[in-house]
């Protein structure tokens, strides 16, 4: 299917950019098919883009990296990204911790002046608690070019997500989801600091305990354990804090 979609010219792929340091295979083949199948743009989040930036703009796919902060952004531009992407705290999924996150709504302006000062070429797109026409107007006033919706278009209908889950994020508004490792603690999931994830509130959100006892939990494959893990897969999902359908 992605194949067939790529034909059209119209598909992105998006990689996390700290499990490419861990391997790169699958962004290997997908930048040696042939030019018709390969994808018009690729995303970068969540680590240095440096090492895959040269070949995938050789590849002939604008690179569009993703940052949290205002002091990643000189990285992503001299990697050569044509298009940044300004993730809020807001943002549903996995994004920058709380403690060290920014707000959409500060973010984004800082972001277009820095851009506008040293690298004017560059496209910004803000994300993070937009998902409706007002967000993306309030994103334009800021300075941003565009928006880039997750949780509003992972909550529609041509989503592949499970439809308990997205009927949940749809029963859910901004103030029912939390920001926390636990949601990876209890996947074992090892994402490094600083980045969690944001997902709809379980009990097991204030639980959550230091990512040095990740191991002991993961590592033994307790029942109270597996028991949690199951208990999140069934009660919570992935969805941000901007209003309209889950988004």
Same mark, same amino acid.
Request: some cysteine; charged content about 20%.
């Given at each position: ?70 002091? +990643?952004?000189?990285?992503?531009? +001299? ?169």
């Amino acid at each position: 299917m992605a194949l067939q979609a790529a034909e059209t010219g119209r598909i992105g792929c998006g990689f996390i950019t700290w499990k490419l340091d861990e391997n790169a295979s699958a962004l290997d083949w997908l930048l040696d098919l042939a030019p018709a199948q390969r994808p018009r743009a690729v995303l970068l989040s969540f680590g240095d883009p440096g090492p895959y930036a040269a070949r995938i703009r050789r590849s002939g796919a604008a690179l569009i990296c993703q940052v949290q902060r205002l002091e +990643q952004l000189p990285q992503a531009v +001299q990697a050569g990204a044509q298009v940044i992407v300004a993730q809020g705290a807001e943002a549903g999924g996995h994004g920058m911790n709380a403690l060290d996150g920014r707000a959409t709504m500060t973010l984004v302006p800082e972001f277009a002046d820095w851009l506008a000062a040293h690298a004017p070429e560059t496209l910004l797109l803000a994300a993070g608690g937009i998902g409706d026409g007002r967000g993306l107007a309030a994103a334009l006033m800021l300075g941003a070019d565009g928006a880039l919706l997750g949780s509003r278009l992972w909550a529609t209908a041509e989503s592949l997500a499970a439809q308990g889950a997205k009927e949940l994020a749809l029963q859910t508004d901004g103030d029912g989801t939390a920001r926390s490792p636990v949601f990876d603690v209890l996947r074992c999931k090892d994402w490094p600091a600083p980045y969690d994830f944001r997902a709809i509130r379980t009990r097991c959100t204030g639980n959550g305990r230091r990512r040095s006892t990740r191991r002991a939990r993961c590592g033994a494959g307790g029942v109270r354990g597996r028991r949690a893990g199951r208990r999140l897969r069934r009660s919570a999902c992935h969805r941000g804090r901007g209003r309209g359908s889950g988004a």
